[in-house]
Antibody, heavy 120, light 111 residues
Framework: QVQLQESGPGLVKPSQTLSLTCTVSGGSISSGSYYWSWIRQPAGKGLEWIGR???????DYNPSLKTRVTISVDTSRNHFSLRLTSVTAADTAVYYC????????????WGQGTLVTVSS | QSVLTQPPSVSGAPGQRVTISCTGGTSNIGAGYDVHWYQQVPGRAPKLLIYGNNNRPSGVPDRFSGSKSGTSASLAITGLQAEDEADYYCQSDDSSLSGSVFGGGTKLTVL
């Protein structure tokens, strides 16, 4: 059974870079037709798709975040990462990583989520 | 303003049937992209409920069903139970955005 776990700082200062890692266990990140995705949820609000990276290395990003977001995969460590630059208070949210099944584009496995607060 | 539109809230008594709509457009649902549904209990990660418009993952009760027609999709829950009280989100891909989109979410209250 695939499991995902987010990790990273819970507090980031405004204008700095938010960096999170998602460690995948129970399966290889480089096998199969999967995308590796990030989603966030501000407190009391809905889900916002951030972006995804395919096992081939291609990426798709939310146009509203595209200039600030980078998703990368480290197959040797079986994890993938999110970098979000120039953060503001509006980036405060619970960040989820998830596996997206190719073909259906369905997010079939999710991490438990990690709260990131942007504050000085 | 979400690309996919859901009612903010729905409610029903135990045992009743409720439906949650998800309305999109010609660049997402209407373009033939699959619709998926997630259930989120407060404080927990979303859980996949329906994938590919009308398929249930293993372990999801058959009280939950999905459908899709034109630019809209629906989630139906029959035999409402107290444990169904949660937020529900639809999701699809969008060709104009070159990525995935979520509905704004619907809070289900079991009376």
């Amino acid at each position: 059974q695939v499991q995902l776990q987010e990790s990273g700082p819970g507090l980031v200062k405004p204008s700095q870079t938010l960096s999170l890692t998602c460690t995948v266990s129970g399966g290889s990140i480089s096998s199969g037709s999967y995308y590796w995705s990030w989603i966030r949820q501000p407190a009391g609000k809905g889900l916002e798709w951030i972006g995804r990276m395919y096992s081939s290395g291609s990426t798709d990003y939310n146009p509203s975040l595209k200039t600030r977001v980078t998703i990368s995969v480290d197959t040797s460590r079986n994890h993938f990462s999110l970098r979000l630059t120039s953060v503001t208070a509006a980036d405060t949210a619970v960040y989820y990583c998830a596996r997206e099944r190719g073909g259906y584009h369905v997010l079939d496995h999710w991490g438990q989520g990690t709260l990131v607060t942007v504050s000085s | 303003q979400s690309v996919l539109t859901q009612p903010p809230s729905v409610s029903g008594a135990p045992g009743q049937r409720v439906t949650i709509s998800c309305t999109g457009g010609t660049s997402n649902i209407g373009a033939g992209y699959d619709v998926h549904w997630y259930q989120q209990v407060p404080g927990r990660a979303p859980k996949l409920l329906i994938y590919g418009n009308n398929n249930r993952p293993s372990g999801v009760p058959d009280r939950f069903s999905g459908s899709k027609s034109g630019t809209s999709a629906s989630l139906a829950i029959t035999g409402l139970q107290a444990e169904d009280e949660a937020d529900y989100y639809c999701q699809s891909d969008d060709s104009s955005l070159s990525g995935s989109v979520f509905g704004g979410g619907t809070k289900l209250t079991v009376l």
